[in-house]
């Protein structure tokens, strides 16, 4: 992670949380997240999870082949975006965590008040992100976590238990305004829309063998020696950020 920033995880039960400090990580599907359904919007439930396309019609030429002639559709005929996945995602194990950061402002050079003004927000945790639960694990050495994790799924993947393994930030992506065809398969379960960029995602992503869509639990070991453990509504009273 090249941003500096606060890496963390919400929980809504003690319990949760203990088995994460103990290492544990529970996963689930990428479908999980598709077919949740709840009442609020851009909070956990996303049908759009893991896209390698949403192209919006008026930016793109649409033909149908049928007997051997093609058939160019009129965009005005097609309904809204066109999305396109891969299977292989389908079944992906992710485990998801905030990381609030600095968006690549320079923390020991802040120009103006309103640069300050926007750091402040970028590192205040939305109320939908406080809402998750009232339990939270602050990883104080986030290049460690990562790390561990790393080593967890190249050995599952030198083992065979495993076909790819990946973490990074989360990328938002205006789905109003623009397309989105990635060249990079591999990188759909990075990408979301705009409405969940409140969420300040951190996303380990396992792909394997999965047909009965079933969650998965990486192990990487004990983790009270590099996170610290407060109430999720003392976070933000917790944050002091100061002008040079």
């Not at 996945?85 to 103006?112: E, P, Q, R, W, Y």
């Not at 070991?221 to 009273?237: W, Y």
Request: with cysteine; aromatic share 10%; proline share 3%.
């Amino acid at each position: 992670m090249k941003k500096i920033g606060i890496l963390l995880k919400v929980f809504s039960s003690e319990q949760y949380k203990e088995d994460f400090l103990n290492g544990n990580l529970y996963m689930n599907t990428i479908n999980y997240f598709r077919k949740y359904e709840e009442e609020a919007k851009g909070n956990i439930g996303d049908k759009y999870e893991a896209l390698t396309g949403w192209m919006h019609p008026h930016e793109f030429r649409f033909e149908i082949e049928i007997n051997g002639v093609k058939h160019t559709i009129n965009p005005d005929d097609i309904v809204g975006p066109i999305t396109t996945s891969m299977k292989v995602h389908d079944h992906a194990n992710v485990f998801c965590m905030t990381h609030l950061h600095s968006h690549d402002v320079d923390m020991g050079n802040i120009k103006s008040d309103e640069e300050y003004e926007l750091v402040k927000r970028y590192f205040t945790l939305p109320d939908d992100v406080r809402n998750l639960g009232e339990y939270m694990v602050v990883i104080t050495n986030p290049m460690e976590f990562v790390g561990r994790a790393l080593a967890e799924g190249k050995r599952l993947l030198n083992a065979k238990e495993a076909l790819d393994y990946q973490s990074k930030q989360v990328i938002y992506y205006d789905e109003a305004e623009k397309s989105l065809m990635l060249d990079n398969s591999r990188d759909a379960p990075f990408y979301k829309q705009s409405l969940y960029s409140h969420q300040n995602e951190y996303r380990l992503c396992l792909t394997r063998d999965n047909p009965d869509d079933e969650p998965y639990v990486m192990h990487i070991g004990d983790l009270r020696n590099i996170s610290m453990e407060i109430n999720t509504s003392e976070f933000n009273s917790l944050i002091d950020l100061r002008k040079n």
